[in-house]
């Protein structure tokens, strides 16, 4: 979570990085502009108490631009639930959960759900570092993925794997291999501590 502008600095210079994008912004860029915008939320909603008269209007202003790009790129992700260093492959359809927590540097594609089981209670999922999130990939309930972990294309997760250090792949998600997530993520280093 963001609880300063040197973090937001940092936050956003991780997630650059991840990107694998340059210092200037494209306009065309939504992606981009997309976490730019989420990470602007972020410091804005966590330090409001350092914040100006003018905080409740650049708060109102930033949230309806994430809003916007949220519906143009097809994203619904609230504020505070990645580390740094997130990495969203393309524009498409993911959803996350309020409640989820995700650590640094994970890596995220098109069709990805990570959210609650059914039942009367909102139990989420609590997700480690460098973790690779594959395309279609489904993440249910009161469940804890390890660090380094890579989730296959269609996987639906229902349980923990909490040693972390593999890759999980299936309906429902089991183990394949021992490969982690190092070939499909950047993981950027940073003093930052540990989200997952």
Wanted: charged fraction near 25%.
């Amino acid at each position: 979570m963001i609880r300063s502008y040197k973090e937001y600095r940092e936050y956003l210079e991780a997630d650059r990085i991840a990107l694998r994008r340059g210092e200037r912004v494209l306009w065309f860029d939504e992606v981009w502009r997309f976490q730019r915008a989420l990470r602007r939320v972020e410091y804005l909603m966590n330090c409001r108490k350092h914040q100006g008269p003018l905080w409740r209007l650049r708060y109102i202003i930033a949230t309806f631009r994430l809003h916007r790009l949220s519906l143009r790129c097809g994203f619904d992700i609230p504020p505070n639930t990645f580390g740094p260093g997130l990495s969203i492959a393309h524009r498409g359809t993911i959803v996350v959960h309020p409640d989820a927590r995700i650590g640094r540097n994970c890596r995220l594609h098109v069709g990805v759900v990570i959210g609650t089981r059914p039942g009367p209670f909102e139990l989420v999922p609590t997700i480690g570092d460098n973790c690779y999130i594959g395309p279609g990939a489904k993440i249910f309930g009161d469940i804890v993925i390890g660090p380094n972990i890579a989730i296959g294309a269609n996987s639906v997760v229902n349980r923990s794997f909490t040693e972390g250090h593999m890759t999980i792949a299936g309906a429902p998600a089991r183990k394949v291999s021992d490969t982690d997530s190092r070939e499909f993520i950047i993981a950027t280093r940073s003093p930052l501590k540990s989200l997952g």
